[in-house]
């Protein structure tokens, strides 16, 4: 069962936390997905096994936390994460974010770089609200997003879910690759070549972009965005580890 946590925003966040040794290690979902994932869930026994401290959360209108997912933007899911991470962990944190995840990952460590001990973004997405849903819109999608303030979009992992006219202008607040982005820590960026809905270009971006000392990519040839097989299951694992080590030689 999860505990929840009251922002100061007034949102009652649903997470699960597991006690150990540090660096811990914080895992930030994905837009309209949950902390039942399989990443999440197989990170968290990994990380039990190895005794070591893990966190994973649902944003407002996510999973088991409180709120409409429609009503949600990415600064509400950053305050989120902020109050989340900063309220019940110690120390600095390694961040395993997947896809929107990795946005809001590399929000938190732009505005506390010194809480974060290195990253994972695992099909990690900044800026999709713009240069993905936004770019991707026909005129008249964008026309009615501006006049009815929604726009129903299918989904390949369930129902349709609404785009709202806030979640995007939301979005323009909070763009990563507009300007400087300093990643002062290790960084590890995951990615399956056959993802249907991150672009390979999106990491060659952000691998160009990013100021980081100590950035690496790996490529999964056929994995897809959920990245979840067995292979891909055991990259995560490794990542967080040689992170680990980064930090505790």
């Known amino acids: 069962m999860p505990s929840f946590l009251k922002t100061e925003q007034g949102r009652r966040i649903a997470y699960v936390q597991t006690e150990g040794h540090g660096p811990g290690i914080v895992f930030l979902g994905g837009f309209n997905s949950d902390m039942q994932g399989?990443?999440?869930?197989?990170?968290?026994?990994?990380?039990?096994?190895?005794?070591?401290?893990?966190?994973?959360?649902d944003y407002s209108g996510h999973g088991d936390s409180e709120g409409s997912f429609e009503h949600g933007a990415i600064g509400d899911w950053a305050e989120d994460a902020a109050a989340i991470i900063s309220r019940l962990t110690t120390g600095p944190q390694i961040l395993v974010g997947s896809s929107m995840g990795g946005w809001i990952a590399m929000l938190y460590a732009r505005s506390r770089p010194n809480d974060v001990a290195g990253l994972v973004g695992?099909?990690?997405?900044?800026d999709f609200t713009e240069d993905s849903m936004w770019a991707g819109f026909s005129e008249p999608a964008r026309q009615a997003l501006v006049t009815d303030?929604?726009?129903?979009?299918?989904?390949?992992?369930?129902?349709?879910?609404?785009?709202t006219r806030r979640l995007i202008e939301d979005g323009r607040r909070h763009l990563l690759l507009r300007e400087p982005l300093d990643l002062p820590f290790p960084v590890r960026l995951l990615y399956g070549s056959a993802d249907a809905d991150v672009e390979m270009s999106v990491q060659l971006r952000l691998l160009s972009h990013a100021n980081c000392p100590d950035l690496q990519m790996t490529i999964v040839k056929g994995a897809d965005h959920r990245f979840s097989s067995d292979e891909c299951l055991g990259l995560i694992e490794q990542a967080v580890q040689s992170l680990s080590r980064e930090r505790h030689p």
């Open 38 to 57: 399989t990443k999440a869930v197989h990170l968290e026994a990994w990380a039990k096994q190895q005794g070591r401290s893990f966190l994973r959360f």
């Open 122 to 126: 695992i099909a990690a997405a900044p």
């Open 149 to 163: 303030g929604h726009i129903s979009l299918p989904s390949d992992y369930g129902d349709p879910y609404l785009v």
